[in-house]
C-alpha cells in the first residue's frame, strides 16, 4: 500500500522564498509511484493545499485558490463556510521549511501532537540550532570548537548603544561578523572592521531580530559544509563542499541568486583541505548522533588549514534543496529513505507503557492529599 506523505513548505520566514523552490524540487523528484503525495503550503501561520503543484501556484499567492485546512488529531480537513471535510491523513511529514517556525521547532512540536511522523529534527534539536548562541554553547559543552562569540539583546543596544558596542570590542577583536541570532541563508549578517562599521552592521542586524550573535572573523578561511541523514540505523554523510564566493562570507545572493538557480552555485567538492576533510565529515557523524538527530541536516564548519583547525559554525536543520547535491544517492533513492527512516522512528515513539495512580481519587480539594 502506498504511504502517503505531506510535503510541508513555506511558512513565515525570510527563507520562504527559498522554502517553495526547495519544494518543488522535491515534488519533482519523489516517487509518486510509491507514493500518494500532497503539497501542503504554510502562509500566515495557516496551511493550505492546492491542485497546482507549480511554482507559479504560490509565488503569487492568492487564497481564494487554495483550500485552508486545519490539522487535527493528525489529519488535514480543508476548512469552507466554517464547516470542515476530511482532506488528508498523512503517513509522514517531509519537511521542507527553511527559518521560521518550520525549522525552530514549532511545527514539529504540532506534527508530534498529531502523531504525525516528520522527516527533520526534533522540536528540542530544531530549537536549540535555529538559535546561533544557544548552539554554540552546546558546541563548547561537547568540546567542539567555536570561535569567540559574544550576544546581546534589541532592547539592550539600543537602552545604550555605546556601551554594547564597548563591550563587544572588550572582549572579541576585530574583523568581528555580526549576525542575527535565529535567521539563515546569510541574511542581515554583516562584517565590522572598526567601530563605525561595528554600529552599522548591529543596527541592520537587529531589523532582522531580536538577539544577535558578535563572533571574531578568521582571515583565509575556508568555508566547508557536510550534510548527513539517517537510513535505517547507518548515519550516511555525504561529500564536504567548498562554496567559492568573491564576498567576505558567503551571502544570500551566492546560494540562490547566482544564474537564477538554486544548487549553481560553484561548489569545490570535496572540499580543498586535504585531510581535515576526514575530520569535517567525523565531525559531522558525531554531530548527528549525539545531538540524536532525524532527516537531512547539513553542519557548516570554518576551517583554517594553516593551523589545521576546524570550527563548528552553525547546524542547518533543513537545509536548502534538502542538501541532496551532496550525496551520491540520487534524490528520488535519497527521499525514498528519509522518508521511510521517520515513520520508522514515529512508530518507535510512540509509548505503548501506561502509568497508573490513585492521585485522582484520593484528592478531596483543598490544599492536602489523604494519605
Not at 107 to 121: D, I, Y
Not at 231 to 248: F, L, M, W, Y
Request: charged residues 30%; proline residues 3%; aromatic residues 10%.
Amino acid at each position: 500500500m502506498r504511504k502517503r506523505v505531506a510535503v510541508i513548505f513555506g511558512g513565515r520566514s525570510l527563507e520562504h522564498d527559498v522554502s517553495i523552490i526547495s519544494a518543488m524540487q522535491v515534488l519533482s523528484n519523489i516517487d509518486k509511484n510509491k507514493y500518494i503525495v500532497e503539497p501542503i503550503y504554510m502562509r500566515d501561520g495557516d496551511f493550505f493545499a492546492s491542485d497546482v503543484d507549480r511554482l507559479e501556484a504560490f509565488g503569487e499567492f492568492d487564497s481564494a485558490k487554495h483550500k485552508k485546512l486545519i490539522l487535527y488529531s493528525g489529519e488535514f480537513f480543508a476548512l469552507k463556510k466554517n464547516r470542515i471535510k476530511k482532506f488528508f491523513r498523512p503517513d509522514v511529514a517531509l519537511v521542507v521549511c527553511h527559518g521560521g517556525e518550520g525549522e525552530n521547532g514549532n511545527l514539529q512540536a504540532m506534527l508530534e501532537m498529531n502523531g504525525v511522523p516528520f522527516t527533520s529534527p526534533y522540536p528540542l534539536q530544531s530549537a536549540i540550532c535555529m538559535d546561533k548562541e544557544f548552539s554554540k554553547r552546546v558546541f563548547e559543552n561537547m568540546l567542539l570548537s567555536v570561535l569567540p562569540f559574544e550576544t546581546a539583546t534589541r532592547n539592550e543596544y539600543f537602552e545604550d548603544k555605546d556601551k554594547i558596542v564597548f563591550m563587544f570590542e572588550s572582549l572579541l577583536s576585530y574583523p568581528l561578523i555580526v549576525k542575527p541570532a535565529r535567521l539563515g541563508s546569510s541574511i542581515g549578517i554583516g562584517v565590522a572592521k572598526d567601530r563605525a562599521e561595528l554600529k552599522d552592521a548591529l543596527d541592520i542586524a537587529f531589523t532582522f531580530d531580536d538577539k544577535v550573535v558578535v563572533e571574531h572573523k578568521l582571515d583565509g578561511f575556508v568555508e566547508v559544509n557536510c550534510a548527513a541523514y539517517s537510513s535505517g540505523d547507518e548515519i550516511v554523510v555525504g561529500r564536504t563542499e567548498q562554496p567559492v564566493t568573491a564576498n567576505e562570507f558567503l551571502t544570500f545572493a551566492d546560494k540562490y541568486e547566482r544564474g537564477g538557480k538554486m544548487s549553481e552555485l560553484t561548489r569545490i567538492s570535496p572540499a580543498d583541505i586535504g585531510s581535515l576533510n576526514l575530520i569535517v565529515k567525523a565531525m559531522t557523524e558525531r554531530i548527528y548522533r549525539d545531538f540524536d538527530m532525524n532527516g537531512i541536516i547539513r553542519v557548516d564548519y570554518l576551517v583554517d588549514v594553516k593551523r589545521g583547525k576546524v570550527y563548528v559554525n552553525e547546524i542547518n536543520t533543513v537545509p536548502g534543496s534538502l542538501a541532496f547535491y551532496l550525496f551520491d544517492t540520487d534524490f528520488k533513492t535519497l527521499l525514498d529513505e528519509v522518508i521511510s527512516a521517520a515513520i520508522k522512528r514515529g512508530f518507535e515513539r510512540k509509548s505503548t507503557v501506561s502509568f497508573k495512580t490513585e492521585i485522582l481519587s484520593k484528592f478531596k480539594g483543598g490544599q492536602k492529599l489523604v494519605k
